[in-house]
Antibody, heavy 122, light 107 residues
Framework: QLQLQESGPGLVKPSETLSLTCTVS??????????WGWIRQPPGKALEWIGS???????YYNPSLNSRVTISVDMSKNHFSLRLTSVTAADTAVYFC??????????????WGLGTLVTVSS | DIQMTQSPSTLSASVGDSVTITCRAS??????LAWYQQKPGKAPKLLIY???SLESGVPSRFSGSGSGTEFTLTISSLQPDDFATYYC?????????FGPGTKVDIK
């Protein structure tokens, strides 16, 4: 069974870069047409899609974060990563990684990691 | 971007009740609509995709309907495990958006 696990620092200073990794186990990140995405949830608030990537490198980002976000894939390590630059307190959230079957009508997230809390504070 | 709204924001119900949550999109999203259940401290769980397709393992008391811009999630005969927050999500465009959530709590 496919499992996803987020990892990375739980505390990031304002103006610095948030970096997280999602390790995929029980399956290959190069499987078929799957896309791999990041979603975040500020404390007590709703879910926000950050962006998604296909193992061939196609990426799609939320326009509200586009200028600060980079998602990449490392096939050799079977993981994908998130970088969010110039963070502020508004970026404090639980960050989830998840999988969806594709684009264009296939963006339902059917497997999720447990989530990791990232706090932006000096 | 496509905006999603949900109503009500909170719903109080009893075990055995039938409840319905409404989700509206700011523009036509065809059938690209999913529903998730989230419990405190946990990741969301996919319940329904493509408006009415039940994810494997999800009880049949959950059902979805709608098209275009208005959609509903119905839970027939609410069970103790169903008290949670429910989110809709559109994926018709290449920018995915979630609704603000509906919390179902115990009356």
């Amino acid at each position: 069974q496919l499992q996803l696990q987020e990892s990375g620092p739980g505390l990031v200073k304002p103006s610095e870069t948030l970096s997280l990794t999602c390790t995929v186990s029980g399956g290959s990140i190069t499987s078929s047409s799957y896309y791999w995405g990041w979603i975040r949830q500020p404390p007590g608030k709703a879910l926000e899609w950050i962006g998604s990537i296909h193992f061939l490198g196609n990426t799609y980002y939320n326009p509200s974060l586009n200028s600060r976000v980079t998602i990449s894939v490392d096939m050799s390590k079977n993981h994908f990563s998130l970088r969010l630059t110039s963070v502020t307190a508004a970026d404090t959230a639980v960050y989830f990684c998840a999988k969806h079957p594709g684009l264009h009508g296939h963006g339902n997230f059917d497997s999720w990691g447990l989530g990791t809390l990232v706090t932006v504070s000096s | 971007d496509i905006q999603m709204t949900q109503s009500p924001s909170t719903l109080s119900a009893s075990v055995g009740d039938s409840v319905t949550i409404t989700c509206r999109a700011s523009q036509d999203i065809s059938t690209s609509l999913a529903w998730y259940q989230q419990k405190p401290g946990k990741a969301p769980k996919l319940l329904i995709y493509k408006v009415f397709s039940l994810e494997s393992g999800v009880p049949s008391r959950f059902s979805g309907s709608g098209s275009g811009t208005e959609f509903t999630l119905t839970i027939s005969s609410l069970q103790p495990d169903d008290f949670a927050t429910y989110y809709c999500q559109q994926y018709n465009s290449d920018v995915f958006t979630f609704g603000p959530g509906t919390k179902v709590d115990i009356k």
